[in-house]
């Protein structure tokens, strides 16, 4: 018998527990997140948005000046403060799971990693004209999006819970979230 809480008890039970949405760019961790925090009456912190704001520049601007190293560097600062407070649902970068140092921070909280198919993915990510996306600016952006799927499958695989999308809307990947994490909680008391 599968034992469900009631979303109050959801709420309680995370106790202020930050909840971290990895997964690739475009796998509508930002979108999604707004929605999970409205659900959970937690905060949402855009990681990519705090690291623009503490490094006065852009991301792109950013990976252009800093390389990635440097990028990675004031993420995992960032990532690091982020984990000193409570009652956030955090959009993270698609990169923040490759340093094996930000996963201290993330197993602090509770991972869940979303999963959009990779047509989904490239069709979100080759529509939106909004983001700069430097790991692929390239002339075969494909390839290069394969790769890192690739490269971070394995780092996404420790999330505490993995959410497979296909044509879910945001609103309705965060019911799913929200209705899944009664499961991890009870797990974890266990």
Known sequence: MTYKLRPNQVIKKLGGRIIYLVGMMGSGKSTTGPHLAKLLKYSFIDQDELIEKVAKSSVSQIFREEGENGFRDIETQVLKQIGQRHSLVVATGGGLVTRSENWGVLHQGIVIWLDPNRELLFARL???KTVVRPLL??????DVLDSLIKQRYLSYAEADLHISIERETPEEVA???FKK????IRVQED
């Open 126 to 128: 080759k529509s939106d």
């Open 137 to 142: 600016d390239n002339k075969d952006p494909k």
């Open 175 to 177: 019911l799913v979230i």
């Open 181 to 184: 994490l009664s499961e991890i």
